[in-house]
């Protein structure tokens, strides 16, 4: 692929916006033929293939442009919030209105990439919420960074399980679930390090 250009990033981001439209009414990836993504975009099946190799290559960079842009969604707006609890609201809430894109686009790609992110985004919120609490502990760098990566994963599994419908439960019930987990934990660290 040639070097990204501010223009080539605005095409390529053009063919994934239309795919994403597409894949969010309901049409399948395989079933998308590639003119009808150029006439969406106004641009010719070449140029198409000058910036993707085939319809997977598209769904891969639509699907990370995506979470990019929802993860930047949800940091900034739960960046005014003080409170984890709002936070995480903040973040389950648009992970929801992102299901179906990322249902059609991840079942493709696997959801690695998105797990990876939240998963960093939510070790940089608790790190935030609970580094003085590890300092008084006495825990160093490396052990602050094991600990909070466990919870995380554990917070994590719970944000995936409740916007994939695995966790049946309501929104409230599932932040009460990273609660009791958060709670957990801060009572473990005090009942072993107090």
Same mark, same amino acid.
């Given at each position: 692929m040639p070097a990204e250009t501010r223009r080539g990033r605005a095409t390529r981001d053009a063919f994934a916006k239309a795919l994403i439209k597409r894949l969010q009414n +309901? /049409?399948?990836? !395989? /079933?998308?033929p590639v003119r009808n993504l150029a006439a969406d975009c106004d641009v010719d099946r070449q140029t198409f293939y000058y910036h993707f190799k085939n319809m997977n290559e598209l769904a891969e960079y639509a699907y990370d442009r995506e979470i990019e842009e929802l993860l930047e969604s949800c940091l900034d707006e739960g960046a005014k919030q003080k409170d984890w609890k709002d936070r995480a609201r @903040? !973040?389950? +809430? !648009?992970?929801?209105?992102r299901l179906a894109l990322l249902n059609s686009a991840g079942s493709l790609i696997g959801n690695d990439l998105l797990w990876k992110n939240i998963e960093h985004r939510v070790g940089a919120s608790l790190l935030d919420d609970l /580094?003085?609490?590890l300092d008084e502990y006495g825990f160093n760098e490396e052990a602050k960074a094991s600990s909070i990566k466990k919870l995380? @994963? !554990?917070i994590t599994s719970i944000y995936i399980a409740w916007t994939?419908?695995?966790l049946e439960c309501t929104l409230e019930e599932a932040l009460d679930s990273i609660e009791t987990i958060r709670d957990d934990y801060i009572a473990g660290l005090a009942a072993r390090y107090a």
């Amino acid at each position: 692929m040639p070097a990204e250009t501010r223009r080539g990033r605005a095409t390529r981001d053009a063919f994934a916006k239309a795919l994403i439209k597409r894949l969010q009414n +309901g /049409e399948q990836l !395989a /079933e998308i033929p590639v003119r009808n993504l150029a006439a969406d975009c106004d641009v010719d099946r070449q140029t198409f293939y000058y910036h993707f190799k085939n319809m997977n290559e598209l769904a891969e960079y639509a699907y990370d442009r995506e979470i990019e842009e929802l993860l930047e969604s949800c940091l900034d707006e739960g960046a005014k919030q003080k409170d984890w609890k709002d936070r995480a609201r @903040i !973040a389950l +809430g !648009a992970l929801q209105d992102r299901l179906a894109l990322l249902n059609s686009a991840g079942s493709l790609i696997g959801n690695d990439l998105l797990w990876k992110n939240i998963e960093h985004r939510v070790g940089a919120s608790l790190l935030d919420d609970l /580094e003085s609490t590890l300092d008084e502990y006495g825990f160093n760098e490396e052990a602050k960074a094991s600990s909070i990566k466990k919870l995380s @994963i !554990a917070i994590t599994s719970i944000y995936i399980a409740w916007t994939s419908h695995y966790l049946e439960c309501t929104l409230e019930e599932a932040l009460d679930s990273i609660e009791t987990i958060r709670d957990d934990y801060i009572a473990g660290l005090a009942a072993r390090y107090a």
